[in-house]
């Protein structure tokens, strides 16, 4: 006989926590303008809507690589501080929310896979490993229509 697990369903205080933390706290993901769609233990998804501020070839209104990069790499500390959050239920959220002190990039690799044109972007990110100090992290930056512009995969240290 096999057992469901029930899916972990986070609080919305630790929802609201993770957002304030990376849309606001995080003053550089503000700029970028990165806007956390979805939080769960298993994957965040995200939106940075295209602005003349973020364009890197003006010929053309291509997103700069940079922002594609660092959305990827803040999606990649999400994705970790989500799965840290599931890991760690038993914690106050507060507790759970202090741990992104310990968090850093420690290697980060993207793809740039075909030029990014659009009016908004969206990004995922899920971990493929959570250790007890390094995580690994696989991310995607899609165009508007779902097209695949962009991979990246990450270590975070944890701890």
């Known amino acids: 006989m096999t057992q469901t697990q029930?899916?972990?369903?986070?609080?919305?205080e630790f929802i609201t926590g993770l957002k304030h933390i990376f849309e606001e706290k995080i003053v550089f993901n503000k700029l970028l303008g990165l806007a956390v769609t979805s939080v769960t233990p298993d994957q965040v998804t995200a939106r940075i809507n295209m602005r003349p501020e973020l364009v890197g070839h003006y010929d053309y209104d291509r997103i700069h690589g940079g922002v594609i990069s660092a959305g990827l790499d803040a999606m990649g500390g999400l994705a970790v501080m989500a799965a840290i959050g599931a890991r760690h239920l038993d914690e106050p959220v507060a507790k759970r929310l202090e741990r992104f002190t310990k968090l850093g990039t420690i290697d980060l690799r993207v793809d740039y896979?075909?030029?990014?044109?659009?009016?908004?972007?969206?990004?995922?990110?899920?971990?493929l490993r959570l250790?007890?100090?390094?995580?690994s992290t696989r991310m995607e930056f899609l165009g508007a229509d779902g097209t695949l512009l962009s991979t990246g995969?990450?270590?975070?240290?944890?701890?």
């Open 6 to 12: 029930t899916p972990i369903a986070f609080e919305l």
């Open 113 to 127: 896979l075909r030029p990014g044109i659009g009016t908004h972007f969206a990004l995922h990110a899920q971990v």
């Open 131 to 135: 250790g007890s100090r390094v995580a």
């Open 153 to 159: 995969a990450g270590a975070y240290i944890v701890s």
